[in-house]
């Protein structure tokens, strides 16, 4: 998946069998409409709203740009707090710090917070194959790992389900009988809640991903709504953190910006139930060791170009998902990524470096919705067509003197050729009305043959009316 292992199918072809499943989309509907109506009320509530997205986009474009010496100051600091910090240039490093770390302990068993960072790297699989077997805590992260399904969501990873099926996975996966479990939340989260307890008590390893760093102090911080995050960072007696280099902040006086416009733009709630923070180790308060693992993974190549860097600002807040046209209705699992929605649409690709990946910055409309929403005011859209345009870049480029070929190149020349003429366009207006005839039915077009019906598949496409506005203008003068 993203970052660590690539999609394997085009967005399209994984978006129409999305489409398919009534189920999904009305899972789906619901959560994504309930969330955004949500988020909607507690962010009109702040008279500077506003003036807090541009704090937020203005602290984390400073960080960005000075991004080696708040890394270099936030290590100083965990060092100097008695924490250790590992550099990872990719994936494999991490992971295999992480397997080192872990093995070294003698753990067989690890419980994680939730981290988009680990998923990344594909960190449980690489534990797994060294027999340690992590263990996910956050409540949707569980219900995920225990159907064996990736995330369809950068927040509520299992958003895609309802409640019926997650009482189905629970009875299936935990032993429990059929009358012992019903489907209300509060008894899910009960059973839930049981099941983890016991591996709360005995784990002694910890493993977390990290929502900001400081780095004029070296603490850590992690968000959450549940209280595992809490367990996991205090209760083990090894810590280890694995955070991309884009999550530092210079001090304290960012987290008052970001402690605000997180959980409103996330959870839509005023403040999160959780916040922990963590600095370095202190004796008979906490883990005895703390490990922060500093992964880049492809980041510095995002750093490095000044149109798409500021996809580093995401604080994974998620509102661009719940707001996003088609993130609603094909769910997470159809980008192939473990960023989903708008921001996987311009991260995964600057990431990941495969066809199919490339073809993410089209999951879009373009309707600039996910602008509007994002409190660090990433431009997603301008980002998204960058990317397009270097993905038909490296598409021409990849087919080399094929590309000639291309059908799709061919009709965009067509159509740039009849655009450019009055009298071509006439005509083509006029060509088009007589030969739509066959395929229209109630004023539109059904099914249009060939390449063309990729486009009637999905849409409604109107017929070319029988008379054009200047055709109807002209007889209008006429008659009158
Ligand atoms: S891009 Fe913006 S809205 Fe989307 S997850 Fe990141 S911070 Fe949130």
Not at 42 to 56: F, Y
Not at 195 to 205: D, H, M, N, S
Not at 316 to 345: D, E, F, K, M, W
Request: aromatic residues 6%; proline residues 5%.
């Amino acid at each position: 998946m993203s970052g660590g292992t690539p999609r394997s199918r085009p967005f399209g072809e994984a978006a129409r069998e999305a489409l398919q499943d009534v189920q999904l989309r009305r899972n789906l509907g619901k959560a994504t409409t309930a969330i955004r109506e949500k988020r909607v009320r507690v962010t009109e509530e702040l008279p500077d709203w506003q003036e807090l997205r541009e704090a937020g986009r203005a602290i984390k474009a400073h960080t960005l740009a000075h991004l080696d010496h708040y890394l270099m100051r936030l290590e100083q600091n965990v060092v100097a707090r008695g924490g250790q910090v590992h550099w990872a240039r990719d994936a494999a490093e991490a992971n295999a710090i992480v397997q080192e770390l872990v093995t070294a302990t003698g753990a067989r068993e690890a419980i994680k917070v939730k981290s988009l960072t680990t998923d990344e790297i594909g960190l449980n699989d690489a534990l797994a194959s060294v027999g340690v077997h992590a263990i996910e805590t956050d409540l949707a992260e569980l219900i995920v790992q225990l159907a064996h399904e990736p995330s369809s969501h950068i927040l509520v990873p299992a958003i895609h389900k309802n409640r019926a099926e997650i009482r189905a996975l629970f009875l299936r996966s935990m032993g429990l009988r059929s009358d012992e479990l019903s489907d209300a939340p509060a008894d899910l989260a009960a059973a839930a809640r049981r099941f983890l307890r016991a591996k709360f008590l005995t784990a002694t390893v910890g493993i977390s991903g990290a929502n900001f760093a400081v780095a004029e102090t070296g603490a850590v911080c992690v968000v959450e709504s549940e209280g595992n995050g809490r367990m996991c960072t205090t209760l083990p007696e090894t810590l280890i953190t694995v955070m991309g280099i884009e999550k530092v902040v210079p001090g304290w006086r960012a987290m008052e910006v970001f402690l605000q416009s997180l959980p409103r733009s996330s959870t839509a709630e005023r403040m999160n139930p959780y916040t922990s923070f963590w600095t370095g180790v202190r004796y008979g308060d906490g883990p005895r060791a703390f490990h922060l693992v500093l992964l880049d993974n492809g980041r510095s190549d995002v750093l490095a170009s000044d149109d798409r860097r500021q996809t580093l600002q995401c604080i994974r807040c998620s509102a661009c998902l719940n707001i996003c046209p088609v993130y609603a209705r094909v769910g997470g699992h159809a980008y192939g990524s473990h960023y989903p929605g708008p921001i996987g649409s311009i991260l995964s690709p600057q990431l990941v470096d495969t066809p199919e990946v490339d073809t993410l910055p089209f999951a879009s409309t373009l309707c600039g919705a996910c602008y509007e929403v994002c409190p660090v005011k990433i431009d997603i859209p301008s980002v998204l067509l960058d990317l397009r345009l270097r993905a038909v870049e490296r598409r021409r480029a990849r087919r080399g003197r094929l590309a000639a070929l291309d059908t799709e190149d061919g009709a965009m020349r067509l159509a740039a050729g009849i655009f450019a003429e009055a009298h071509r366009y006439r005509w083509m207006q006029r060509w088009a009305r007589l030969v739509q005839r066959p395929f229209v039915k109630d004023g539109y077009v059904e099914r249009l043959p060939g390449y063309l019906g990729g486009w009637t598949r999905t849409r409604d496409l109107p017929a070319v009316p029988g008379k054009t506005f200047r055709e109807w203008w002209r007889d209008r003068e006429v008659d009158a």
